[in-house]
Structures are given as structure tokens and as C-alpha cells.
């Protein structure tokens, strides 16, 4: 069974900062990774959706990484801004499976 | 276009009445979830339906939840005898397809408090 961890899962950082987010899996047979924000009282907004073939992708400030035989990916947020602070959560869907498994996320805020 | 969308936005109900949710997925989305997001919980895979094939029930918590996907777009998610665990934001998505690349696209959600 699949199992999807994030740390930390609380972080404060000073507007400006370049940061990281981690999510780790259990199970490295993956269809595919994809990382949302959640605003408070929102549903989630798709940021980035990682194929098992691709190594990364990037938008805006944003860059996601995979490495499948280490079970890691990251979210890089560059120049980090108030309006970042949100809870990111990464999804990864197994092979063999139609259900993605979520992690519990990151809250992050960024204090100007 | 239009994203997927959720009613209601709000439900406040007494313990042991039915309540229904409704999900309008993105037109030509053939895949579509339910999830339940309680307080400090992550994401709770609910149901899933693909195209007209039988849904993928193994999430609902118990025989109280049913849900219907009809002509392959709207999907309502029906909860009898509502008990106040069953609070919590319901939240639905939708992709192209289930397998591969497809992105998931949530709604905004429906938050359910059950007095």
C-alpha cells in the first residue's frame, strides 16, 4: 500500500526566502506525482503534475522534482511571496491503482 | 471554462436527517472522485467513477454512503442518518481520463456540519 509523507508540515519563512517542500513515497512504481495548493476553505489548485518518465517541471516560480528510486519529490518556490502561504500537498498515483494517495501537507505561511 | 463545481457550498443538517451533494465535473471529464477532508486530516478517497464501467466503491466509510453519477457527468453523493463524524468538507475532482498524465480538477468542496 501506498504511502505519501510530507515534511515539515508547518513552515514560516520571511518573504523573499527560496524554500522547499519534500513528499515522500513508499512505493516507487508510480504513474505519476502532482502537487496542489489548498487556500483555507478551498479546494485544491492543480501547481504541477509529474509524469514516472519525467525528472522535473517547472512553472513560474515554482519547480517540482521526482526521483522514483529514492521515493522523493520537492517543490522549490522561488522569491517567496505572502500570497504563497497556503497548504501544499503532493498526490501520487501508483501503478496499478486509479485512486491517487495524498499526503497530509504543508502549511506554509510567508510573513512580509 | 468552467472548473468543476459543488453544491451546496454550506450544509448544516441534525444528526439522522439524509443529505445530498451534488458535483458538476468539467465537460468530457470522464473519471471523477469523491474525497472527505475532515479537520486536521489529509484527503479521504471516498468513490471513483470511470466513464459507465462499476464505480470504485472501497472508500465509503460505511453502507450510510451512496453515490450516483448519471448519463456520465453529474455525480451526487448521498449521506442517510447523518451522524456529527460525518462532518467534515467534501470535496470532488475530475480528470480527462483516470490513467496516466490526466490532472485532477477539484471543486471548491461542500462543507457539512452535522449538529
Do not use: M
Not at chain 1, 476553505?41 to 492543480?46: C, I, M, R, Y
Not at chain 2, 450510510?64 to 467534515?88: H, K, P, Y
Amino acid at each position: 500500500k501506498q504511502e505519501v509523507t510530507q515534511i515539515p508540515a508547518a513552515l514560516s519563512v520571511p518573504e523573499g526566502e527560496n524554500l522547499v517542500l519534500n513528499c515522500s513515497f513508499t512505493d516507487s512504481a508510480i504513474y505519476n506525482l502532482q502537487w496542489f495548493r489548498q487556500d483555507p476553505g478551498k479546494g485544491l489548485t492543480s501547481l504541477l503534475l509529474i509524469q514516472s518518465s519525467q525528472r522535473e517541471q517547472t512553472s513560474g516560480r515554482l519547480n517540482a522534482s521526482l526521483d522514483k528510486s529514492s521515493g522523493r519529490s520537492t517543490l522549490y518556490i522561488a522569491a517567496s511571496q505572502p500570497g504563497d502561504s497556503a497548504t501544499y500537498l503532493c498526490a501520487v498515483k501508483s501503478g496499478g491503482s486509479y485512486i491517487p494517495t495524498f499526503g497530509r501537507g504543508t502549511s506554509l505561511i510567508v510573513h512580509p | 471554462g468552467a472548473g468543476v463545481s459543488q453544491s451546496p457550498s454550506n450544509k448544516v443538517t441534525e444528526k439522522g436527517k439524509d443529505v445530498e451533494l451534488r458535483c458538476d465535473p468539467i465537460s468530457g471529464h470522464t473519471a471523477l472522485y469523491w474525497y472527505r477532508q475532515s479537520l486536521g486530516q489529509g484527503l479521504e478517497f471516498l468513490i471513483y467513477f470511470q466513464g459507465n464501467s462499476a464505480p470504485d466503491k472501497s472508500g465509503l466509510p460505511s453502507d450510510r454512503f451512496s453515490a450516483e453519477r448519471t448519463g456520465g457527468s453529474v455525480s451526487t453523493l448521498t449521506i442517510q442518518r447523518t451522524q456529527q463524524e460525518d462532518s467534515a468538507v467534501y470535496l470532488c475532482a475530475s480528470s480527462l481520463t483516470s490513467g496516466g498524465p490526466d490532472t485532477q480538477y477539484f471543486g471548491p468542496g461542500t462543507r457539512l456540519t452535522v449538529l
